[in-house]
Each structure stands twice: as C-alpha cells, then as structure tokens.
C-alpha cells in the first residue's frame, strides 16, 4: 500500500470548531432530540449503528437503550471519555473508537444505520466525498446514513457577494456568536447543501429527504439501494 502521507489529517481540527457547540447550546434538551431521531429513523433491537462524529455520546447511548449494537466513534479522546461516562450513567454498552469520518474502521456491509451530525464540515470537499463513499461502503444493502451538518443554505448575498456583512446578517438574526461565526468561516470547511446533495447521490445513495428548516444547518435521509434498485 503507498504511504499515506498526503491523507487528509483529522485530528488537525480537534478542538477547533466553537461554532458547532455554539450550535448545540441552543439546544436544551439533547437527551429528547437523540431520542427524536432515532425515534424518526425507526431504529430497531439487534441493528448494528455507527455514530460518527459520536460527541459526549447521548445519541449513541439512546441507541443502545433500544437495543442497537452501536459504535460510538470520535477523533476526540475527550469525547469517548465523555460517551463511556454516559454509557456507563445509563448502564448501557457501547463500543468506542478513536476515528473519524475518513479513518473509522469498518466491514462492508455490516451497519443498518450510520449517523454523523456536525462533523463532516470538517473536511474539505474532496474528502467529504471520501468520506460518504467509506459510510455507503460500511452499510446493508438498504441501510440509511443520517447526516446533519452545518451547510450554506444560499450564496452570499449582494453583488459583490459582501462576505463580511452575510456573516453579520447570520450572526445578529440567527443567535450565533459573532466569534464563532468568525471561526467557523475562516476555519472550517462547510459547504453549499447543494453540493452535500450531489455528493451523496453520485456515491450511489438514495435522497430520502433533506431539510433546510433551520439556518446554516441541513438534514439529510440517504438510504443505500438494494441490489436491482436504483439509486
């Protein structure tokens, strides 16, 4: 194998991003929305999921309350710490794994749901599209990837697309703090929800559904194909 020395280096963006725990603390009552989800994906005893991107791990936890079999999987060692306290509250059993969205290991075929919030924004174009090709790899045939993430709903606004004053606009009418509105522009690499779209139906999955309800966030329902499907 050649040596991976120009692979894309996660861990580079440990710690970086304020914006999306800016994001998370307008959100009181993270045990109900994990629970939302999961509810909505109709997630089931004895499947096998993957959190990516697992954070302090109430998603992944909620999970294995159901009876999943779940992976819980950051790059951030202090993230695992936080999910195996969490697993451990809740006396439920979870495997962790110290990885993200490119590095993750995996079988082919083997999960029934992958979900990842807030975390594919760190890579690059490029990479995102890696990383999807690596999630419909490590899916059932007719498996689903949950993915919500921090995208660009619209193009910048005014003729000379006034970066700065688009910044301010979100800033000031979407509750986001200034500073981390800064960071995550200059710093991090969110992208068009159009874009996130083509991406993921050229790796080859189904578009269940996106949605755009809130700003700067997108949703997405991707489910892979079955053999003689279309995708």
């Known amino acids: 194998m050649l040596a991976r020395d120009w692979y894309y280096n996660e861990r580079r963006q440990i710690g970086l991003d304020s914006a999306v725990a800016s994001i998370y603390e307008l959100d009181d009552d993270r045990d109900a929305r994990a629970r939302a ?6 997630v089931q005893r004895g499947w096998r999921v993957a959190d990516i991107g697992c954070g302090n791990g109430v998603l992944a936890c909620e999970a294995a309350m159901l009876g999943a079999e779940v992976d819980a999987i950051d790059i951030s060692p202090a993230m695992l710490a936080l999910a195996k306290i969490q697993a451990d509250d809740r006396k439920v059993a979870i495997r962790t794994q110290s990885a993200g969205l490119l590095s993750f290991v995996f079988q082919p075929n083997s999960y029934d ?5 807030f975390t594919l924004h760190h890579l690059p174009d490029f990479w995102k599209a ?11 045939p007719g498996g689903c990837f949950f993915l919500r993430d921090i995208v660009f709903v619209s193009m910048p606004d005014g003729s000379e697309r006034d970066v700065e004053a688009w910044a301010d606009f979100n800033a000031k009418n979407h509750g986001f703090a200034r500073d981390s509105v800064i960071t995550h522009m200059r710093d991090e690499h969110s992208t068009f929800g159009w874009v996130i779209e083509r991406m993921l139906t050229d790796v080859g999955f189904t578009l269940v559904s996106a949605d755009y309800h809130a700003p700067l966030h997108g949703a997405y329902l991707l489910r892979k194909p079955k053999s003689g499907e279309q995708g």
Request: net charge positive; aromatic share 4%; glycine share 4%.
């Open 113 to 117: 749901l992958v979900v990842s919030e």
């Open 37 to 42: 989800t999961l509810g909505m994906l109709n």
């Open 130 to 140: 890696v990383a999807m090709a690596r999630i419909y790899n490590a899916l059932k």
